[in-house]
């Protein structure tokens, strides 16, 4: 949902771009402010030896949980995981690893692979426009893993991607994506053909980027596409816009090559039951965004029923291409409960003033669109939900892989808690406590790594992978709401009050252990900051003058 800037010019005159353009926002050169470096209070190690003592290893496979372990890391990689017992029973010594001057007590605690978000953006200055608010929130929710489709200007990204390879600035893994026809050096040309798109991947991968995103376009011109990105072991993901869908399904991009279909777009429109394209209102205008979001919905009883030929035959065709899944349910899930997203408990503390006031129905913001929202649109989106989730939970079941993503930055979605909601929201479409992690670790590992041809390095708990990890006083299998950066309401029978509990306790990055509550904090002091700067200011919150106190 990320509109392209004035310094990402789009040159091709295509849907495609009409699309891409649609998911931009205009703004200055350089505006996005870059993660400042890590000082050294910040995060500590990685150590020469870290032992995690006692934990429940959750290893990302979907495997059981097993514990207590103790986990081993020397520098950045895992170099040991041992069972050190049995439950309920002391600790077997003997099975320990000899002390070291860096431990962790995880008794009692969970420990699991870092998270992986692979639809992100960072934000611009009409919202968020510093890095390390962004970078902050994402690793105070255990991503340590992003792919920013795109994460911004491509030199930008790129550069961020290096400094926090180095562990200079607090920032997850970035994995770069950029969308067709746009970059830091790519000449202006306005014609768009395949080979245009093959010497567009070549400039791409010659910059060192990882992957491209595709909004859709001219069948020929995907598929020269993605064919020459496979050539230079880039992946690809698309956003298939709906003006390009006639003539480039879902199912029609991934026989062509595509890897990745995020979002729902594509998905419907492969299995239209009645009309060959969607039956749209007869003054449908794409361009009204409204109207653009609106309608999707309504295609929730437009296509063959779940369990029939036509319904199992598309999804195993997705199989068949060893395709992924990439929903970002979270994204439009305003959609289908406005009054929750807009007064979800952490926007106060930690949503911006800047990015709250984005969110507000607005018909120059993108996905502002509450212009009029109405419980007939809501009651569609539920029923979309519940279709989606169907196709989700079934591809699952059938082996395809589902990673998580959340878009977030958009849509009443802030960083880092959308996440979370993400997961909850993959549970909801029917995927296990332990089949929903593993969408978050593995599954998205492989995703990003399987188009180099290489194996995963993180996304799993294994000797040799990088220490990337979460780690959290509550069973997160039995209430993925303890992932939340602010934990989750529970009674104390004894007290009689009630508490916080969860939140995560630690969350790894490459060895170096940070504190998601001293992360929330500095994200708070940025709100905070922000709100004096506002103190006095008249803003427009859901249609409703008020001056900031």
């Known amino acids: 949902m990320f509109r392209v800037q004035r310094w990402m010019a789009v040159f091709a005159i295509t849907a495609a771009v009409v699309t891409g353009t649609q998911e931009m926002e205009a703004q200055k050169p350089g505006a996005l402010v870059p993660a400042p470096d890590r000082r050294p209070d910040e995060g500590q190690g990685p150590y020469d030896k870290l032992i995690i003592r006692g934990v429940t290893v959750i290893d990302g496979t979907g495997a059981a949980p097993m514990g207590p372990m103790d986990v081993v890391v020397e520098h950045n990689k895992i170099v040991d995981v041992v069972n050190v017992g049995a439950p309920h029973v002391p600790i077997d010594e003997k099975r320990r690893p000899a002390k070291t001057a860096h431990e962790i007590d995880g008794t009692g605690m969970y420990l699991m692979p870092g998270f992986v978000d692979t639809h992100t953006h960072y934000g611009d200055p009409n919202k968020a426009g510093t890095a390390e608010y962004v970078n902050k929130l994402w690793l105070a929710h255990g991503v340590t893993t992003v792919r920013g489709v795109p994460a911004g200007p491509l030199d930008w990204a790129l550069h961020e991607r290096e400094r926090s390879a180095k562990d200079e600035t607090v920032a997850p893994r970035i994995f770069v994506y950029q969308p067709a026809f746009t970059g830091d050096g790519w000449k202006a040309n306005p014609v768009l053909t395949p080979e245009l798109g093959r010497e567009w991947v070549r400039f791409l991968a010659a910059k060192g980027a990882d992957g491209i995103k595709l909004f859709g376009g001219d069948p020929d011109v ?210 296990s406590p332990l089949e929903v992690i593993r969408s978050a670790t593995l599954y998205g590992a492989e995703e990003l790594q399987s188009p180099k041809q290489t194996t995963v390095d993180f996304g799993i708990i294994r000797p040799g992978k990088f220490a990337d990890m979460v780690i959290v006083d509550q069973n997160p299998l039995e209430n993925l709401k303890v992932l939340y950066g602010d934990g989750w309401m529970k009674l104390n029978d004894d007290t009689g009050k009630v508490e916080r509990v969860g939140g995560i306790k630690y969350v790894v990055k490459d060895g170096i252990v940070y504190e998601p509550k001293k992360l929330l904090a500095d994200v708070a002091a940025m709100v905070d900051k922000q709100k004096k700067e506002y103190k006095g200011k008249t803003v427009i919150r859901q249609g409703v003058p008020v001056v900031m106190p």
């Open 222 to 431: 995907v598929e020269a596409i993605l064919d020459e990105g496979k050539k230079n072991k880039m992946g690809s993901l698309a956003h298939l816009g709906q003006e390009s869908e006639p003539r480039l399904t879902a199912r029609i991009a991934v026989d062509l090559g595509l890897r990745t279909v995020t979002h729902s777009y594509g998905l419907f429109e492969s299995l239209l039951k009645d009309t060959s394209v969607q039956d749209y209102p007869l003054n449908q205008n794409y361009s009204d965004e409204y109207m653009r979001f609106g309608q999707v919905a309504r295609n929730w009883d437009k296509i063959y029923p779940r369990g029939s030929d036509e319904w199992n035959a598309f999804l195993l065709d997705l199989k068949a291409h060893n395709a992924v899944m990439n929903p970002t349910m979270v994204i439009y899930s305003a959609g289908r409960d406005l009054m929750r997203a807009y007064t979800s408990e952490w926007h106060d503390k930690y949503t911006l003033p800047s990015l709250m006031d984005y969110y507000q129905p607005d018909r120059s913001h993108h996905g502002s669109i509450w212009y009029y929202w109405t419980t007939e649109d809501e009651y569609a989106y539920k029923n979309y939900y519940r279709v989606w989730g169907n196709m989700i939970k079934d591809y699952n079941q059938m082996g395809g892989h589902v990673t998580t993503g959340t878009d977030a930055g958009f849509i009443y979605q802030t960083y880092g808690f959308a996440f979370i909601e993400e997961l909850e929201l993959l549970r909801e479409a029917g995927l």
